[in-house]
């Protein structure tokens, strides 16, 4: 039965890595929905502005239609009224034709020949007073027209602007997303460059150390390694780990250009069980005192605090569900992760 025993204990145990393999990977999951979310955030936002833009555009051009119509509508009233008063106009010519006619054709011998004439030169000038007036009208209203048809060219010339605008803002919004996913992208993959040199080198300055280990994109330290059980004060013997830690992060912090936005995580992990004192009244108060203590030791080495956040996980995110001694220290733990800010 021992023997049994012994052989089912020395049986590699693959759940824990399984786990932290969906765990990284769900992780990873939710960073990029989030930086998808940022990213649509933004670029709704511009989109917005567009919108607006195009709307106040499309309420202009609407403007210009009316006007232009009514435009329309008083030239043709002013081509009509031209119309009729050149008719007129022709209509007057002819009676003062017929009347100059039976002028000359008046012989002598008529009694009352001179009143005719007086009455017909009367009625000749009436004709022609009336002729001339129609002639001033209608070269008003030809002036009138031309300057209708100036405002309507005018009015279509800013309607094809308008179009024109429109267009070619449709066209910026389109190549500005563009723009926008090309630039999201490549911020990532530098940050992920970064992440990568970074986790470089603490692995080599923590080469050999069991219970510091890296859990997919994050550093994961052991609390035993900083911290005595139930305490939040960094220990004495995780004063070296943690110096080793500020020394690669101001490195780092010399070489990614200043246009990327980044911090470093800590989150503070505890066990299960829970813990009741004064100072810790629950296991919640316990691992964000512990991720804060980090964090301050980490700005008296010169890291600036802008690049950190102190997040308290309690006991509330486990990598192993399970109730064993192993579990509860594996579960036990403070973990760094460089992300986007």
Do not use: C
């Amino acid at each position: 039965m021992a023997l049994a025993r012994a052989r089912r204990r020395d049986q590699p145990n693959y759940w824990p890595g399984f786990v932290d393999a969906l765990s990284s990977l769900l992780l990873v999951i939710i960073f990029m929905l989030s930086l998808f979310i940022l990213t649509q955030f933004f670029l709704g936002q511009e989109i917005q502005g567009r919108d607006t833009a195009l709307q106040r555009l499309n309420s202009q051009i609407a403007e210009l239609t009316e006007l232009l119509q009514l435009e329309r509508a008083n030239s043709d009233d002013l081509e009509t009224t031209i119309a009729t008063l050149q008719a007129t106009l022709s209509s007057a010519e002819t009676e003062r034709d017929q009347l100059e006619d039976n002028l000359a054709g008046m012989g002598t011998g008529l009694e009352g020949r001179d009143e005719t004439i007086s009455n017909l030169r009367t009625e000749l000038a009436d004709a022609q007073e009336e002729s001339d007036e129609a002639n001033a009208a209608v070269a008003l209203l030809n002036q009138q027209l031309a300057a209708l048809r100036s405002q309507l060219g005018a009015l279509e010339a800013a309607l094809e602007a308008s179009e024109q605008r429109d267009a070619e803002n449709r066209t910026e919004i389109a190549d500005l997303g563009r723009r926008l996913n090309l630039a999201l992208a490549q911020r990532v993959q530098d940050l992920n460059r970064y992440r990568s040199d970074f986790f470089g080198r603490l692995r080599e300055v923590l080469e050999g150390r069991a219970d510091v280990r890296v859990v997919g994109d994050r550093f994961v330290f052991q609390s035993e390694v900083l911290f005595d059980a139930g305490e939040a004060d960094i220990s004495d013997s995780g004063i070296g780990e943690l110096d080793a830690l500020a020394d690669a992060i101001l490195q780092l912090q010399e070489e990614i250009p200043d246009d990327i936005n980044w911090v470093l995580r800590i989150d503070g992990h505890t066990d299960s069980r829970p813990i009741s004192s004064v100072r810790f009244p629950s296991n919640w108060e316990l691992s964000a005192a512990r991720a804060i203590s980090v964090a301050k030791y980490l700005v008296d080495q010169g890291v600036p605090p802008a690049r950190l956040v102190a997040a308290g996980f309690g006991e509330f995110n486990p990598l192993d569900p399970a109730e064993t001694e192993e579990a509860y220290r594996r579960n036990r733990r403070i973990e760094f992760k460089l992300t986007e800010g």
